[in-house]
């Protein structure tokens, strides 16, 4: 059920099995993420797999601290900022919907992942440099990544606050 795959979704940060992952779970995973809600539907989310060890070897060559580097397969990110209503832009929402979509579609599908997004866009540009291996246009950014494979280690959750303590009916609790 979906609410379970929600619930139990965790950032898996672990190593991966050498297990390929097939083309067809990677069209549904991205299929996914293309149903994702889109501001005004500008769809300004874009997606690029890579599943060929020569493009991931060259991937991994310019993420550092280097992560995700046995998964068997990546999914990069990409978005575009278009305006969509009164000079406003909803690309961040767009790519966010997209990427939790993949990401509950990967669990579904008996994989794992992990959002990595704030290592490649800090100032050292990795996105950018990640963009160059791929050939993508400059009015794209390439802004995240998601690891997709099987875990080879157990999955670890982090705790999360009660429900009471973030959320409310009505109206925010007076403090006492």
């Known amino acids: 059920m979906i609410l379970d795959i929600i619930k139990n979704r ?27 809600p889109s501001g005004c539907n500008k769809q300004t989310t874009s997606l690029i797999a890579v599943d060929d060890a020569e493009q991931l070897r060259k991937l991994r060559g310019v993420i550092c601290p280097s992560v995700a580097e046995t998964a068997p397969a990546m999914i990069c990110v990409l ?37 990595y997004e704030g290592q490649i866009t800090d100032v050292d540009k990795i996105g950018a440099q990640m963009a160059d291996i791929l050939g993508v ?40």
């Open 10 to 36: 965790t950032s898996y940060r672990g190593t991966y099995k050498n297990t390929e992952v097939p083309r067809c779970d990677l069209i549904q995973i991205m299929e996914a993420g293309l149903a994702a």
């Open 79 to 115: 978005t575009q900022k278009i305006v969509a209503y009164r000079g406003r832009c909803f690309h961040i929402q767009d790519y966010s919907a997209a990427i939790q979509n993949m990401l509950l579609a990967a669990i579904a599908l008996g994989y794992q992942s992990c959002w």
């Open 137 to 176: 246009p400059a009015d794209y950014d390439l802004i995240c990544f998601l690891p997709i494979g099987i875990a080879s280690q157990p999955l670890s959750h982090a705790n999360k606050k009660p429900f009471a303590k973030r959320a409310w009916f009505n109206e925010f609790p007076k403090v006492t």
